[in-house]
């Protein structure tokens, strides 16, 4: 195999080029990796790359070292966590998955813009004002730690007591405020893996050459239109995530049905 050409350090795109081989089957669970000069040659870079790409491996429990035998595959062990990205409704009350996790401090509540990220997908100009809370949250059970962030814009706290005056309310409150507003609720959301940010990685603890999960959700009221915007960051090798899907609409997934 030609050299890899990639973003990112060298030994990470050496450890995610293995990575691939395990996910895909070439390296199978109990065999050996190829050798150090393998790898290198397989790989076209020098030795210490090749050691810091398999210690990056290591640390993430996908391979072990026999000593005299080498690197032998553990493969991709299942994610202790399951995060059901449901919402549920009884009566006027919602509930999600991440009702049951803990904050590790106070929310941060700030004043922020859209992007050219959140502008289209909260169908917003770029640099339109938005409230923004930020949420480090621990999984009671597992101890994994997720960053979640609600960007709720001007317009919808405005018309959506008590959001003006409180932005940090609780997500479920949100959804219920919208509800009474008048709002008849629907979430499209996207998920995407990638490696993380300097931040992320710290506060999310993670080991070296560990992507997130990232997951962008969007709450849509009356004729689809945006209301607010929520994301979700988790360790990708400590989570996975589940949805319920229905057959109600072609335009989005639906979580629940009022």
Do not use: C
């Not at 006027?92 to 991440?98: A, D, I, P, R």
């Not at 993670?206 to 607010?228: C, E, F, N, Q, S």
């Amino acid at each position: 195999m030609a050299g890899i050409e990639r973003p990112g350090p060298l030994y990470q795109q050496v450890a995610a080029a293995i990575r691939q081989g395990i996910a895909d089957g070439e390296f199978p669970p109990g065999t050996p990796l190829p050798s150090e000069a393998q790898l290198i040659e397989r790989y076209e870079v020098s030795r210490p790359t090749v050691r810091n790409a398999i210690a990056a491996l290591r640390s993430e429990g996908l391979i072990e070292v026999r000593h005299g035998k080498g690197s032998f595959v553990k493969g991709a062990p299942t994610p202790p966590l399951t995060i059901e990205r449901t919402v549920t409704r009884s009566g006027k009350t919602f509930t999600s998955e991440l009702t049951k996790w803990t904050q590790a401090h106070e929310p941060t509540v700030y004043r922020t813009e859209t992007t050219a990220t959140t502008g289209p997908l909260l169908e917003l100009a770029e640099g339109e004002a938005l409230f923004g809370v930020d949420r480090v949250l621990i999984d009671p059970a597992t101890g994994t730690r997720a960053l979640h962030r609600v960007l709720i814009p001007f317009a919808t706290a405005e018309n959506t007591p008590p959001l003006a005056d409180a932005p940090d309310t609780a997500l479920e409150e949100i959804y219920t405020a919208l509800t009474a507003a008048g709002h008849k609720l629907s979430w499209t959301e996207t998920v995407r893996a990638r490696m993380p940010q300097a931040d992320e990685r710290s506060v999310l603890e993670l080991p070296d050459a560990t992507p997130v999960i990232h997951t962008i959700r969007v709450t849509h009221g009356t004729d689809h239109r945006p209301l607010i915007l929520e994301e979700l960051r988790a360790n990708g090798s400590q989570a996975q995530l589940t949805y319920r899907i229905t057959a109600d609409s072609p335009r989005t997934l639906r979580a629940v049905r009022n």
